[in-house]
């Protein structure tokens, strides 16, 4: 007889809501774990925020200060991609284990592969021989074609399309609405704007814009 | 008590072949008389190496051009590109074979839609009332034309598209992902609409157009930026 284990939400912003939102919609039998709470550097302002949306989850204490213990588990609800990726990683270290969460709406091909700390949102698809890695964010309703490579701490925006093959390198931020060209591939730590269409390479760090997406600034 | 199943085929070995097995598995058994038995290819070796490759376990079981349907033989076609999409289900349908629709369980269709033979509806898309859909099209997730439309023989709608209303797509259109038809608009037959581009008032017959608003695409987009 082992108890559940407890899931601390690591942010209390409103993504770290709609995490919440997926947690508590996937049934209790696809778990192992049950809601316990949230962790956030602001402790204050995180029990006004919530208390102000409605949430009835307690915060714990602050994330930095926080030492894992073995009948926890953790998911990171911080939007930012570099932060989430850093703040994953120290708590990895720290022993903790991240979980990954699945809406039930979302289609997820069986042969799929999805990393610790991910999350794919309501609607979303996985196709066949996807890869997501660690630390994701799949919006509501986005998608990744067949042998399709997402890599760690990317952030795909509602609607986005990864198309078959294509590869979003480690911390890509794509809007809403972004298309990525079958094959084509998106560099590590790039931004492309909402509603863009990705046709040909995107350089890493650089931000990209429009259909054919284009890079904008300096 | 098991009754009897047909045996389904799928035309296309490729990604997307794989999308539409892993949807036709998800028809619930109830509502469907046939079992995904297996593949038809162009190139018959190299599909059998990939699926081996992939673990996939349905056989090859011939080529498009040559493959004579047994009379329990289903098919679905799962190519993508419309041209070669009616060019295969054709040859297969002209060999007496019979194709069946596939269609998710979220998707939905209205009572009043007319829906042709052959249909691929991948999960959450749909099709609304007084559209006529023609035979072989293929509807993709989260797409799909709204009322009053008329989308052609053949024509694939990919992910997150939307036909508007009242519009009309001739035969063997590609509109692409998250393209958008705008009401009352006019797609020619074959032409392609590249993914993100949003179609005003009319596209010639095999033009490709691209952008919002769409227009007539006169080059390819070459390689830059990373190459540099």
Redesign the interface.
Same mark, same amino acid.
């Given at each position: 007889m082992t108890s559940p284990l407890r899931l601390l939400i690591l942010g209390a912003s409103g993504f770290g809501r709609e995490v919440l939102w997926v947690a508590d919609a996937i049934p209790a039998s696809a778990r192992p774990w049950r809601m316990a709470g949230f962790l956030d550097d602001d402790v204050d302002g995180a029990r006004a925020s919530l208390a102000a949306a409605g949430v009835v989850h307690p915060v714990l204490g602050s994330i930095r200060d926080h030492v894992p213990a073995p009948d926890e588990v953790f998911f990171c609800a911080i939007g930012g991609s570099a932060t989430r990726l850093r703040v994953s990683a120290a708590l990895a270290d720290r022993g903790a284990r991240l979980v990954t969460m699945v809406h039930p709406s979302a289609?997820v091909?069986?042969?799929a592969v999805i990393g610790d700390g991910t999350i794919v949102g309501p609607?979303c698809?996985v196709?066949?021989?996807a890869r997501l890695g660690r630390a994701v964010v799949m919006n509501a +309703?986005a998608?990744v074609? !067949?042998?399709a490579v997402v890599e760690d701490g990317v952030f795909l925006g509602s609607?986005c399309?990864v198309?078959?093959?294509a590869i979003v390198e480690t911390g890509a931020f794509l809007g809403a609405?972004v298309?990525v060209?079958p094959r084509a591939?998106v560099?590590a730590r790039s931004i492309v704007g909402i509603? +863009?269409?990705v046709?040909? !390479?995107?350089?890493a760090e650089?931000t990209y814009l429009g259909?054919?997406a284009r890079?904008v600034g300096v | 008590m098991p009754r009897p199943k047909r045996r389904l085929f799928i035309i296309g070995t490729d990604?997307?072949a794989?999308?539409i097995l892993?949807t036709a598995t998800?028809v619930p058994l109830d509502d469907r008389d046939w079992e995904p038995a297996g593949f038809l290819a162009d190139d018959v070796d190299g599909a059998r190496g990939e699926l081996a490759r992939?673990g996939i376990a349905l056989p090859v079981v011939g080529a498009v051009a040559d493959y004579a349907p047994a009379s329990d033989d289903v098919f679905t076609c799962a190519i993508v590109d419309p041209r070669a999409k009616l060019e295969a289900a054709e040859i297969v349908r002209a060999r007496g074979g019979a194709f069946v629709p596939v269609i998710h369980p979220t998707a939905l269709v209205h009572e009043t839609a007319v829906v042709g033979t052959g249909v691929i509806m991948r999960?959450?898309s749909g099709i609304g009332p007084n559209t006529v859909v023609g035979d072989f099209v293929t509807i993709c997730?989260?797409a799909g034309p709204s009322h009053d439309n008329v989308v052609g023989d053949g024509c694939t709608i990919?992910?997150?598209a939307d036909v508007m209303g009242n519009a009309r797509l001739g035969r063997g259109v590609l509109l692409?992902?998250?393209g958008v038809v705008l009401p009352g608009a006019t797609v020619g037959d074959f032409a392609v609409v590249?993914?993100?581009?949003v179609v005003l008032r009319r596209v010639p017959p095999g033009a490709t157009v691209?952008?919002?608003p769409a227009r007539r695409l006169d080059f390819v987009?070459?390689?830059?930026?990373?190459?540099r």
């Amino acid at each position: 007889m082992t108890s559940p284990l407890r899931l601390l939400i690591l942010g209390a912003s409103g993504f770290g809501r709609e995490v919440l939102w997926v947690a508590d919609a996937i049934p209790a039998s696809a778990r192992p774990w049950r809601m316990a709470g949230f962790l956030d550097d602001d402790v204050d302002g995180a029990r006004a925020s919530l208390a102000a949306a409605g949430v009835v989850h307690p915060v714990l204490g602050s994330i930095r200060d926080h030492v894992p213990a073995p009948d926890e588990v953790f998911f990171c609800a911080i939007g930012g991609s570099a932060t989430r990726l850093r703040v994953s990683a120290a708590l990895a270290d720290r022993g903790a284990r991240l979980v990954t969460m699945v809406h039930p709406s979302a289609q997820v091909h069986p042969d799929a592969v999805i990393g610790d700390g991910t999350i794919v949102g309501p609607l979303c698809t996985v196709g066949s021989a996807a890869r997501l890695g660690r630390a994701v964010v799949m919006n509501a +309703s986005a998608g990744v074609g !067949p042998d399709a490579v997402v890599e760690d701490g990317v952030f795909l925006g509602s609607r986005c399309d990864v198309m078959p093959g294509a590869i979003v390198e480690t911390g890509a931020f794509l809007g809403a609405h972004v298309t990525v060209h079958p094959r084509a591939r998106v560099g590590a730590r790039s931004i492309v704007g909402i509603g +863009s269409t990705v046709v040909a !390479p995107v350089a890493a760090e650089r931000t990209y814009l429009g259909v054919p997406a284009r890079a904008v600034g300096v | 008590m098991p009754r009897p199943k047909r045996r389904l085929f799928i035309i296309g070995t490729d990604g997307a072949a794989r999308e539409i097995l892993w949807t036709a598995t998800q028809v619930p058994l109830d509502d469907r008389d046939w079992e995904p038995a297996g593949f038809l290819a162009d190139d018959v070796d190299g599909a059998r190496g990939e699926l081996a490759r992939r673990g996939i376990a349905l056989p090859v079981v011939g080529a498009v051009a040559d493959y004579a349907p047994a009379s329990d033989d289903v098919f679905t076609c799962a190519i993508v590109d419309p041209r070669a999409k009616l060019e295969a289900a054709e040859i297969v349908r002209a060999r007496g074979g019979a194709f069946v629709p596939v269609i998710h369980p979220t998707a939905l269709v209205h009572e009043t839609a007319v829906v042709g033979t052959g249909v691929i509806m991948r999960h959450y898309s749909g099709i609304g009332p007084n559209t006529v859909v023609g035979d072989f099209v293929t509807i993709c997730q989260s797409a799909g034309p709204s009322h009053d439309n008329v989308v052609g023989d053949g024509c694939t709608i990919a992910p997150h598209a939307d036909v508007m209303g009242n519009a009309r797509l001739g035969r063997g259109v590609l509109l692409g992902n998250h393209g958008v038809v705008l009401p009352g608009a006019t797609v020619g037959d074959f032409a392609v609409v590249g993914a993100g581009s949003v179609v005003l008032r009319r596209v010639p017959p095999g033009a490709t157009v691209f952008g919002v608003p769409a227009r007539r695409l006169d080059f390819v987009p070459v390689r830059e930026e990373v190459a540099r």
